[in-house]
């Protein structure tokens, strides 16, 4: 899956959980709970959310390679290379 | 027969909007069905109902507004049941009319307040109350409301005014019109601008400021703060969780809920209410659980028995109330059974919380985020995560000594996770 794709996944869970956010302006290294105030319950929506669209069931461990847009995409291109 | 009056979702809630109902005339209700939905400062809440019966007849029709306390539907019940219920509402009017200024939580919220509010009116209110609840009277409406009342092609004696004498106001016949067009209604979040948005985020606002002004002019609240080790929880949490897909994942605040629900269990005193001028703790422990909108603002639905839960049914029920407080959909009793209320302010960053208690529970429960700090144990020290618990406490109800009580047990039931 090209990483375009990846990222118009996230976008769509991002969108559910903060309808608000404009995600054309999300810095890709800046942190991202932060920046979309993100709590731990909308975080864990996102994972499951992520593990919905894509099968990818990130262990808790694996929480922090997930902080930002750009360390997402490239955890998840990993994945699912 | 049983008057089901417009129900007080909260000691802020003067008035609903009927949305819609969810039964017609003849059918069977059942104690705890959603006889309708009703829209508040808090957005959209589902009614739920408190007798079993028989809808005898709908006294309101969607887009009504009226005040808390007017009937809205009749409802035929049967036998032994009604005489109870005729007892019990006799019981709360002679208590309403003893007492002033207070609200009761207990036994049947909904219907002891409806009562209690009813006689506090002053005379003016009350007699536009008869008008409302009559429905016989005739409609003043202003020329711009008229106009745009046939514009949008709505029916003006469906219209309730707020004008004086009950004139019905342009701005009443826009909320009518939203309001009685449930499709289109709007979930709060959805809300973020244009009047509508704005109207919401005002009563909301307005609702806080009722309910948080009455707690720092009534309630002399004291405050206690301990920091609890969290590592055997976490630790335990971490290793439980790596054996579940993401779907059943636990939350550590569902720790510190059913934590806080037991330690209740030991001081019950904190778990209740000040009402009529006395200390009234409950039984039952419905931890309103404090949820942020994310346009602004916050509600604390209760999650009902916390204490008597697994971990995982209160992870599902925590979820659930989350979504439903975020996209509409709580039920009345949500809005009106917690007997203790819990922050998590944590989660949003900062290290401790000293908040306001939501008046008449005589409680409120912080904690902050869970961070890796020095800690000393034996002699040692070491790095650990630790939680700050906040207190607050009302000085009316209970003294700092019950209050350190209930920390220092919520402090023993988060070092032994595996048994929460």
């Known amino acids: 899956m090209r990483e375009e794709e990846i990222r118009d996944i996230i976008f769509d869970i991002l969108l559910e959980i903060a309808p608000e956010a404009d995600l054309k302006t999300l810095p890709h290294h800046g942190d991202l709970r932060k920046t979309l105030d993100i709590d731990s319950f909308d975080f864990l929506n996102l994972m499951i959310g992520l593990n919905e669209r894509l099968g990818v069931d990130i262990p808790e461990s694996d929480y922090e390679k997930l902080n930002t847009l750009s360390n997402m995409l490239t955890y998840l291109s990993a994945r699912l290379g | ?420």
């Open chain 2, 1 to 420: 027969m049983v008057e089901f009056r417009m129900p007080s979702l909260g000691t802020d809630m003067k008035k609903g909007t009927l949305v819609e109902w969810k039964v017609k005339p003849g059918d069977h209700v059942k104690r705890g069905d959603i006889i309708a939905e009703v829209e508040t400062e808090k957005g959209v809440i589902e009614i739920e109902v408190f007798v079993d019966g028989i809808i005898e007849k709908l006294l309101i029709q969607p887009g009504d507004e009226v005040l808390v306390g007017t009937p809205i539907a009749l409802i035929r019940t049967e036998g032994q049941q009604e005489t109870e219920i005729k007892a019990a509402a006799a019981e709360q009017d002679e208590g309403a009319q003893v007492k002033e200024g207070t609200e009761s939580p207990l036994q049947y919220k909904a219907c002891s307040i409806a009562a209690h509010r009813a006689k506090e009116q002053p005379e003016q209110t009350r007699e536009k109350l008869r008008a409302e609840a009559g429905g016989e009277k005739r409609i003043k409406v202003s020329p711009a409301a008229r106009k745009r009342a046939e514009e949008l092609g709505l029916d003006l004696t469906t219209v309730r005014g707020t004008g004086p004498d009950g004139a019905i106001s342009l701005a009443d016949v826009e909320k009518a019109a939203i309001a009685g067009k449930p499709a289109e209604r709007k979930a709060a979040w959805q809300i973020p601008t244009g009047p509508e948005g704005a109207d919401f985020q005002l009563g909301m606002r307005r609702a806080i400021a009722a309910a948080m002004g009455r707690s720092n002019r009534e309630i002399p609240h004291y405050y206690l703060e301990t920091r609890i080790d969290l590592s055997r929880a976490v630790r335990w949490l971490t290793e439980e969780n790596k054996k579940r897909s993401v779907k059943d994942r636990i939350l550590p605040v569902v720790l510190l809920l059913k934590a806080t629900a037991l330690a209740l269990t030991e001081v019950p005193a904190l778990n209740g209410y000040w009402i009529e001028d006395r200390h009234q703790p409950v039984e039952a422990i419905h931890v309103g659980f404090a949820i942020a909108l994310r346009q602004g603002g916050l509600i604390a639905p209760a999650i009902h028995h916390a204490d008597l839960k697994s971990l995982d049914e209160l992870m599902v029920d925590m979820k659930d109330l989350i979504t439903r407080t975020r996209s509409g959909g709580l039920r009345s009793s949500e809005m009106t059974d917690a007997t203790v209320t819990l922050t998590n302010l944590g989660d949003l960053g900062v290290e401790s919380a000293f908040g306001l208690i939501y008046p008449p529970q005589v409680a409120l429960v912080s904690f902050g985020r869970i961070t890796d700090q020095p800690w000393v144990e034996n002699g040692m020290i070491g790095i650990r995560p630790v939680v700050s618990a906040t207190l607050a406490g009302d000085h009316r109800a209970t003294d700092g000594r019950t209050g350190s009580q209930f920390l220092n047990a919520l402090h023993r039931y988060l070092q032994e996770a595996e048994r929460l």
